[in-house]
């Protein structure tokens, strides 16, 4: 079973920039189509960004599209979120997910059966 672990998260003034990490253990990232979700208090989890196993395609949600980056490096097993341009919609819970290997979705929690324990993200305004 694939172990997940975010970190990176802290207290950022808005505009400025933070990189989540996360770091997989116990099988290879390698062939697992990967995302980043955020859940904010009282709200659902929700998607952030998608990348496919050899990082040659992406998919952002419109609120963090042209702000956010999501990577990925196969041999040192992690993948990364580059937040740029942070605004105070963006605090949140931030959660690395593998996806469950099946179907054709990619946006949707229920895609995921693998999931990190979170890295709060603060923009203080």
């Known amino acids: 079973q694939i172990l997940l672990l975010e970190s990176g998260g802290g207290l950022v003034q808005a505009g400025g920039s933070l990189r989540l990490s996360c770091t997989a253990s116990?099988?290879?990232?390698?062939?697992?189509?990967m995302a980043w979700f955020r859940q904010a208090p009282g709200k659902e989890r929700e998607f952030v960004a998608f990348?496919?196993?050899?990082?040659?395609?992406?998919d952002y949600a419109d609120s963090v599209k042209g702000r956010f980056t999501i990577s990925r490096d196969n041999a040192k097993n992690t993948v990364s979120l580059q937040m740029n341009s942070l605004k105070s919609d963006d605090t949140a819970v931030y959660y690395c997910?593998?996806?469950?290997?099946?179907?054709?979705?990619?946006?949707?929690?229920?895609?995921?059966?693998?999931w990190g324990q979170g890295t709060q993200v603060t923009v203080s305004s």
């Open positions: 997910a593998a996806h469950i290997g099946y179907g054709t979705g990619w946006r949707r929690k229920e895609d995921y059966n693998h």
């Open positions: 116990g099988r290879t990232l390698s062939s697992y189509l």
């Open positions: 990348i496919s196993t050899g990082g040659g395609n992406t």
